[in-house]
């Protein structure tokens, strides 16, 4: 019989807030998080707004000598796993230490770290550069400094495969304990890359949004006056349990992992295939994996990027795995309110739709005012909706062309 995975703890840092509810709840409202950038002068750039996380204290989360030691997205990681491993009421004791694990994706890791100790190289010479930069910078630290704090045994590892990496650490981890590899997984993503290199490359490539005068509309997933996307910062982190032993500590249930898929588009480094063929079969194996039809599936948190390419053959998928359902069927990009976290947006994505589940609301595609013809479908507009949802996908696809998703069932036992 294959085991259960359950959803216990969800942890959200986002521009639209810092913790799990203050960002679920900024989310319903349909609060932008997009504001012009502060963490560097924007003077020369195209693009110079940003869904930055406001007023985060890493002080609140990591040990004053410690946060020295580490980027920013590892810090946004260890806030975020504290929220969640606070909405679990979980304890990681040494009799199932060694059963617990860790898996933190990111597309880039520490780039402000790189670029500021970069800076003291050219500046200074080679001994000007910090004997933390390595540690503070790589991918799996997240993941490593997790694992430490909490004490947490188990598998460890670490993702980097672009827009998708968080939702591949969710999957993984959920397989990991669906074949008895573990029983319990702290998973996720974050990422911190709203740095001079990170928005002048992506504005480089003419992906980001120049909606400069307007930040609050500039993500805007569907709408026909979408100009690019909207670069974000922050951390989703989720408690996957196996089900018994969830319900032998008597831990909060969210919502049930029954799914996951992959695919590769094997195409373009940066652009979708014309026919969405990646992105068709990422789902139709997502679905099979837990043996659900299309027609089952009430809610999809959509990977939504604002981008002219993504979101009309984001909407050509889902046509062709969901056939006459997906007129049926409401789908929203929280990114129109989060900007895009880049590789940590499938973990935080994750967490909201686990908690979509648990609320029995879908949060809306905000800024949706102009609807493109190639974008028809219900994108749950403006506004939060309440509704039965017992089946709910989540998307992410990435540069190179690699494609995850994952179906979450609400939890009833």
Known sequence: MTRRVVVTGVGLVSAVGIGTEETWQSLLAGRSGVAPITHFDTAGFASTIA?????????????????????LFIQFALAATQFAMEQARLKITPEFADRTGVYIGSGIGGFDVIEREHTALMNGGPRKISPFF???????????????RWGARGPNSATCTACSSSTHAVGDS????????????????????????????????????TRNHEPTKASRPF?????????????????????GLALKRGAPILAEVVGYGMSGDAFHIT??????????????????????????VQYINAHGTSTPFNDKLETLAIKKVFGEHASKLPISSTKSMTGHLLGGAGGLEAGITALALRDQIMPPTINLENPDPDCDLDYVP????????????????????????????????
């Open 51 to 71: 869904a930055e996380v406001k007023g985060f204290d890493p002080f609140l989360y990591v040990e004053k000598k410690e946060v020295k030691k580490m980027g």
């Open 134 to 148: 390595i540690p503070a910078a790589i991918v799996n630290l997240a993941a490593g400094f997790v694992s430490i």
């Open 174 to 209: 959920f397989k990991l304990i669906q074949r008895c590899a573990a029983d319990v997984m702290i998973c996720g993503g974050a990422e911190a890359a709203i740095t001079p290199m990170g928005v002048g490359g992506f504005a480089a490539m003419r992906a980001l949004s």
């Open 223 to 243: 709408d026909r006056e979408r100009d690019g996307f909207v670069i974000g910062e922050g951390s989703g982190i989720v408690i996957l349990e196996e089900l």
């Open 271 to 296: 652009a979708p295939a014309e026919d969405a063929d990646g992105a068709v079969r990422v789902m139709q194996s997502t679905l099979a994996d837990a043996s659900v039809s299309p027609d089952e």
């Open 382 to 413: 403006n506004q939060s909706r309440k509704g039965e949802v017992e089946y709910a996908l989540s998307n992410s696809f990435g540069f190179g062309g690699t494609n995850a998703a994952l179906l979450f069932k609400r939890y009833q036992g």
